[in-house]
């Protein structure tokens, strides 16, 4: 039996990794301390939207450092205020508020539709505080955001879970009607469940969303933590269904790879008093340049048109790797996309993919026939070339013939 020394360090065990140590990353690639290279199709789970260590984010990071670290979160800074107006200016939003991840962004969601709930009571007074949720959704993994998350087994972990998340169905309009109550504040989704497997909510459901939820005085909240700034080929995933949510969050791609995320929300939904928000990293100068940087980056027209184009590619390539792999299709949008394999082999062909020599290929397994792509928003043909080549291999190897 071969021996992990990585898993009896000091950090704490909470999943199982490889016995490998990441030390260097560049572009589409990463390498351990062995010298091995990785194509990277994983980037930090779509994090890292313009790759690792890009240029523009080194620059702010150094330049934000020689000036301003930490002023506290009790005075302005420049850079949270220049995201800010990146963001409200290219959205449909006139609110942010920083957060260090996506978790404690929505965490700050659920807060703001809870407090508008309890300042637009029903018609017998009471404060409305039930955010309607999705089966098979994921918001994160503080106690309130797995209770809002619909992953299976997450109910009963660390139970009692924090109350008012009754769970609809995606893409069924009627299952949300019927859980609307009398306490009902909000409903709440991902315009791509990402963690759920890539699966996207169609236009027609997101339009008869707003329409109902402004039918009964309803806030909509999505989390684009995963599809926002640009990994679906629109800058906001909610615009391509041509509607205006009430609250909005952010996170992974914004920071590009920095500790970053953002709840955003339509001025008449901006009802925190002092007292209600806060935290000692919000909106910090340090990672807001980094957020600002990356921003910029992302709005040059070339890059959406990028993940437009080689999200197409890649779709259609890896159709064609299905039908020579007798697998069964592909699902996504833009560059968040899903090989199915129609077995439960994905854990296999990940695992195998990233130990092939001499460079590995990282993937993602979020369901066990799933194969999940995240590559950065400025990926090349050249590099989904080169990664359909080891995706192929792999899938041979795990028993996947051609
Ligand atoms: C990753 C993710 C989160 C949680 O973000 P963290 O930064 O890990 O807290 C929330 N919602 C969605 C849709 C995500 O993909």
């Not at 505080?129 to 797995?146: D, K, S, Y």
């Not at 909106?283 to 980094?290: K, Q, S």
Request: charged share 20%; net charge negative.
């Amino acid at each position: 039996m071969e021996f992990n020394q990585y898993e009896v360090n000091a950090l704490m065990f909470v999943t199982k990794r490889p016995p490998i140590v990441m030390t260097e990353g560049r572009g589409m690639w990463i390498t351990d301390n062995s010298g091995k290279r990785y194509l990277d199709f994983m980037q930090g789970w779509a994090v890292n939207s313009l790759g690792h260590a890009p240029q523009c984010m080194q620059d702010a990071l150094i330049a934000q450092s020689r000036k301003l670290i930490n002023p506290s979160p009790a005075f302005y800074n420049e850079p949270a205020i220049e995201l800010a107006g990146l963001l409200t200016a290219n959205s449909c939003f006139d609110r942010v508020f920083f957060t260090s991840s996506g978790a404690e962004a929505n965490e700050g969601a659920i807060k703001l539709a809870r407090k508008f709930g309890k300042l637009h009571r029903n018609a017998q007074g009471q404060a409305r505080h039930e955010i309607i949720t999705f089966q098979n959704g994921f918001h994160g993994r503080t106690l309130a955001t797995m209770s809002a998350s619909g992953k299976p087994g997450w109910d009963t972990i660390f139970a009692p879970q924090v109350d008012g998340f009754p769970k609809a169905q995606l893409n069924d309009i009627a299952s949300v009607e019927a859980l609307i109550t009398p306490t009902t504040v909000a409903v709440m989704l991902e315009p791509v469940q990402g963690e759920g497997g890539v699966v996207p909510a169609t236009s027609e459901f997101m339009q008869a969303l707003r329409t109902l939820t402004k039918e009964r005085g309803l806030l909509l909240i999505v989390d684009e933590v995963q599809t926002g700034l640009g990994r679906t080929g629109a800058l906001f995933a909610y615009q391509v269904s041509g509607i205006e949510p009430d609250i909005m969050t952010l996170g992974k791609g914004i920071g590009g790879g920095v500790p970053l995320a953002a709840l955003l929300c339509q001025e008449s939904v901006a009802c925190f008093e002092p007292g209600d928000q806060g935290g000692t990293y919000t909106g910090n100068p340090l990672m807001t340049a980094v957020g600002a940087a990356v921003t910029k980056e992302i709005l040059q027209p070339y890059l959406l048109q990028n993940v437009r184009d080689q999200g197409q590619y890649l779709s259609d390539k890896l159709l064609e790797i299905s039908a020579q792999h007798q697998l069964a299709g592909e699902r996504g949008a833009g560059l968040l996309r899903v090989l199915k394999l129609g077995a439960d082999t994905a854990t296999q062909v990940v695992d195998i993919a990233r130990d092939l020599s001499p460079c590995g290929l990282l993937l993602n397994a979020p369901k066990p026939d799933l194969i999940r792509f995240m590559p950065t928003l400025n990926v090349t043909r050249e590099e989904i070339d080169l990664m359909l080549d080891l995706l192929s291999q792999s899938l041979t190897l795990a028993g996947h013939k051609a």
